[in-house]
Structures are given as C-alpha cells and as structure tokens.
C-alpha cells in the first residue's frame, strides 16, 4: 500500500510533537491538536519569514511562529475581558 501525502504529513507532525513521556508508555489518545498546531506553525512561519527583510528579521519570524499562540490567547482575553 503507497503511503499518501496526507499519510506522510500527518506521520511527520506526529513525529514532530511526539510526547516527551515515558517512550514505552503507549496512549490510546486523539492527537488532532499536535496536527492542527503543526499546520499553524508552519503557516505561520511561511507568513513570518516571508515578511522578513533580513536575516535576523527571519529568524525572529521563526521564533514568533513558534509561540503565536499564545500571542492569539493573550489578544483574545484581552478584546473579551477588556
């Protein structure tokens, strides 16, 4: 059976994120999110250093791709809480 681009992807990203615990350990758990955050990294990082003018700027785009989310958190509670 040939594996597929959305096989391989998803292979990737779960490799990527893999869980840090006790490797022996096997969870029967969803991983939905480690594939949707892996999707907005590297969206994200396409946006950031696409927007770089430098070197340094890219790399700095890099790190903000990394932790975007929380930025999105902190703007969303700070619009709804005020």
Do not use: R
């Not at 969803?30 to 890219?58: D, E, K, P």
């Amino acid at each position: 059976m040939k594996e597929t681009d959305e096989q391989k992807f998803e292979k990737f990203c779960k490799q990527y994120f893999k869980n840090g615990k006790n490797k022996n350990y096997k969870q029967n758990i969803n991983h939905g999110g480690n594939i949707i955050y892996c999707l907005g990294f590297i969206g994200a990082a396409i946006y950031f250093i696409g927007q770089a003018t430098s070197f340094w700027a890219g790399v700095l785009g890099l790190l903000k791709a990394i932790v975007w989310p929380a930025y999105l958190v902190y703007e969303a509670f700070k619009f709804l809480i005020g």
